[in-house]
């Protein structure tokens, strides 16, 4: 059974950073597996934040590129998203998803940027 755990959300002021992490379980080989995050404001759809292939390579929504970073470590199967000059905007539910036999979704890790 395929798990997904976030964590590292949280109460940052606006230009703060944060990074959330992604610990998946349950999953063969980790390492073939693309991740990556959404976020769903109250209110708004769930949009893609970022996501990353297989073989490492990282894709961004406009909204978040140059401030937002997407990697992974195969070895302790785990992804991170690293959230730089943030914003009010950015505040959302974060969830991290995997596709391994289909889309797996963790239960979302809460990201809130207030002064």
């Known amino acids: 059974q395929v798990q997904l755990a976030e964590s590292g959300g949280g109460l940052v002021q606006p230009g703060g950073s944060l990074r959330l992490s992604c610990a998946a379980s349950?999953?063969?080989?980790?390492?073939?597996?693309?991740m990556g995050w959404y976020r769903q404001a109250p209110g708004k759809q769930r949009e893609l934040v970022a996501g990353?292939?297989?073989?490492?390579?990282?894709n961004y929504a406009d909204s978040v590129k140059g401030r937002f970073t997407i990697s992974r470590d195969n070895a302790k199967n785990i992804a991170y998203l690293q959230m730089d000059s943030l914003k009010p905007e950015d505040t959302a539910l974060y969830y991290c998803?995997?596709?391994?036999?289909?889309?797996?979704w963790g239960q979302g890790t809460q990201v809130t940027v207030s002064s």
């Open positions: 990353i292939t297989s073989v490492g390579v990282p």
């Open positions: 998803y995997a596709d391994y036999v289909g889309r797996h």
């Open positions: 349950g999953i063969n080989i980790f390492s073939r597996v693309a």
